[in-house]
């Protein structure tokens, strides 16, 4: 990664417990974010404690860290932001914020991959969520996380969830810019302290540092790489943007988009160019099974519950967005890191009016980028839904039934085999990581279909 002038100047002021001991000196423009932490607390613990040290931090992933050699940590950033609205107007200069940023990262240096991957933290369900966190393939590859806390949404939640942890959190100049105008800056800053080595690292050097967003937080770091960037500076070495929008704007950063069928609604699309890629995954859902499975645990512990759907058709396509997208933080690394471009992907058909999508006799969709689940299918997957509340983003899965699967394959293995055969063709086009086609082979054996 090029050295720049924010990379030069900025610095990390850590403490190593919270704002109860003596304080930093104050941040400013000049000196830029001050990171605290990484705070105390970890699962279990009891949220309605006083003390902080009783408390850990809100949707704290369940996933044993600890096992595969990486720890998660909490940190408080506070510093001065500039707002910005939608359009790119500077609205506001030098505003106090304090937020939080979550790391997961490797323990030990010798297993850091130099990829750091920097979450703008989704909101639209009222609370921050690690939306993009995918613990098997992260952690596989060596690479660090970190959620970055940027909506007023999502801090508010948090502050009414933990006051004794939380309650000093403020993202809205004390209540002046409430329509996220700092939240901008502040994933900017945010981006920039995780690049600088420090306490808010444990002393790893990022050498790669990528921004991704999914859904609503692509619209904003939209905003962010259209908007602001052409009139601050560079932070970012690339930028992934699923399940949601992209930038028009053709920048010196590479943009990948990747999308599930649920997010492809026109035959009107943008061409893939020199800085930008454009992935469209037939099947697959704009939050599918995967995320369901793995949040609702949390849920409960956190919520209370697990939010339950009545949807029109049975809800969560099973066709693993996270496979592709593991695969396309693969390319743009090395897209940064060696010039090397991604493939191109065949995007979905639609018939001659450009909304209606073209799909098969099994109802599945034509076109895209074809998982095994999709080109060897056991049931109907889409992603297509409607009913209540989010139902229109869940996609659908309806197994077929034995008559169907005996006659798509009626020889003993020849499931598993044509899963192979289909993984082994992704692989090769770069769709799909080789760990995740050996974790489809093990579904497939596991099924009994076929066999």
């Known amino acids: 990664m090029s050295e720049s002038v924010w990379r030069r100047t900025f610095l990390l002021l850590a403490g190593t417990v919270l704002l109860v001991v003596s304080p930093l000196p104050a941040a400013s423009a000049e000196t830029g974010p001050r990171v605290v932490g990484p705070l105390p607390g970890t699962v279990p613990g009891d949220r309605l404690a006083e003390r902080i040290e009783d408390t850990y931090p809100f949707f704290s992933t369940p996933v044993d860290l600890a096992a595969r050699g990486y720890v998660e940590q909490e940190f408080h950033l506070s510093g001065v932001?500039?707002?910005?609205?939608?359009?790119?107007?500077?609205?506001?200069?030098?505003?106090?914020?304090?937020?939080?940023?979550?790391?997961r990262r490797p323990v030990h240096a010798r297993d850091f991959s130099g990829t750091t991957l920097v979450e703008w933290q989704n909101v639209t369900a009222g609370y921050d969520l690690d939306a993009l966190w995918n613990a098997?393939?992260?952690?596989?590859?060596?690479?660090?996380?970190?959620?970055?806390?940027?909506q007023?949404?999502?801090?508010?939640?948090?502050?009414?969830?933990?006051?004794?942890?939380?309650?000093?959190?403020?993202?809205?100049?004390?209540?002046?810019?409430?329509?996220?105008?700092?939240?901008?800056?502040?994933?900017?800053?945010?981006?920039?302290?995780?690049?600088?080595?420090?306490?808010?690292m444990g002393g790893l050097r990022t050498r790669t540092l990528l921004a991704i967003g999914a859904s609503q937080s692509a619209g904003r770091m939209t905003v962010l790489y259209d908007k602001v960037l052409p009139r601050t500076q560079p932070v970012f070495d690339g930028y992934g943007f699923v399940v949601g929008p992209a930038p028009t704007r053709i920048g010196t950063e590479p943009v990948f988009q990747v999308l599930s069928e649920t997010d492809v609604r026109s035959a009107q699309r943008p061409g893939d160019t020199r800085q930008f890629r454009r992935w469209e995954v037939a099947g697959g859902a704009h939050s599918g099974y995967e995320g369901q499975v793995y949040r609702a645990p949390i849920s409960v512990r956190d919520l209370g519950g697990a939010p339950e759907y009545k949807c029109d058709q049975p809800p969560f396509s099973r066709v693993p967005m996270h496979h592709v997208t593991a695969a396309a933080y693969d390319h743009l690394r090395r897209w940064v890191e060696h010039g090397t471009p991604p493939p191109t992907a065949r995007p979905l058909e639609f018939e001659a009016d450009g909304i209606t999508k073209k799909r098969d006799t099994f109802g599945l969709a034509v076109g895209g980028i074809r998982l095994s689940q999709v080109s060897v299918p056991i049931a109907l997957n889409t992603g297509d839904n409607s009913g209540e509340t989010f139902c229109r983003l869940f996609g659908t899965h309806v197994p077929f039934d034995e008559q169907t699967l005996d006659r798509l394959y009626p020889r003993r293995g020849g499931y598993v085999s044509q899963v192979a055969a289909a993984d082994a063709v992704n692989v090769h086009a770069g769709y799909l990581l080789p760990a995740d086609a050996r974790r489809n082979l093990r579904d497939a054996l596991a099924s009994g279909i076929g066999g």
């Open 81 to 103: 932001a500039d707002g910005w609205s939608a359009d790119g107007t500077q609205v506001a200069t030098d505003v106090p914020y304090t937020t939080r940023i979550v790391v």
């Open 152 to 200: 007023r949404v999502g801090v508010d939640q948090l502050r009414a969830w933990s006051p004794a942890r939380y309650g000093g959190l403020d993202v809205t100049g004390g209540g002046r810019y409430t329509a996220d105008e700092l939240s901008y800056d502040i994933f900017a800053q945010a981006g920039r302290v995780v690049d600088a080595t420090g306490s808010a």
């Open 136 to 150: 098997e393939s992260i952690t596989r590859t060596g690479d660090a996380w970190v959620g970055v806390s940027a």
